[in-house]
């Protein structure tokens, strides 16, 4: 299931449409990047960054996908995916192989709904590009994608919530980099659109 071909194959068959939105819902976009197993096997990599401590920035130190806001000068959501990858960690997936959209999430940073939309996009390149990251990434990691597939990975967190110390489902990557929030959620959905019987972990 995390080979290139197939995930291709998959996105292609549940095509997810660009969201409709009502006027004065704020839309951003990340990018899903997938290289092919370094280590040889016949899986695929996918990227994370970490993002820098800034106060006020509700994702602020979240391990992340690569994205943020859709500017006017952006067509679709997908060339605001492509800029905001350049600018953040100065990939250029201008030349990268388009495998398709996954259907996008609602932002509700810490419980707070907001009327925004993130539409996740999916790239496959090759090698081991060297990253430039702005002021914006802390750092830049990539990840076995089975190794989340299969839960094994799969842990909790506690963090404050409205003052109140609260459970979060996620995967342990490593010490300091907790998947969790927004990023799990569109992990748990990218696997369900790959394999519709894929399950997620229990919560906790």
Sequence with gaps: MHDLSFIRRRLAEQAAPEPRTAPGTRQA???IILRPD???GEGSDVLFIKRAEKAGDPWSGHMAFP???REPADPDLRAAAMR???EEIGLDLGGADYLGAVAHQVASPRGRPLNMIISPHV????GDPRFTPN???AEVLWCPLARLADNGWHDTE?????GRPTVFNGYRLAAGHFVWGLTYRMLKTFFTT???DWQPPPER
């Design 29 to 31: 976009a990340v990018a």
């Design 38 to 40: 370094v280590a040889g």
């Design 67 to 69: 994205g943020g806001h």
């Design 84 to 86: 905001e990858t350049l």
């Design 123 to 126: 790239f496959a390149i090759e």
């Design 135 to 137: 002021y914006e990434v």
């Design 158 to 162: 506690t963090r404050p919530m409205a």
């Design 194 to 196: 790959l394999d519709p």
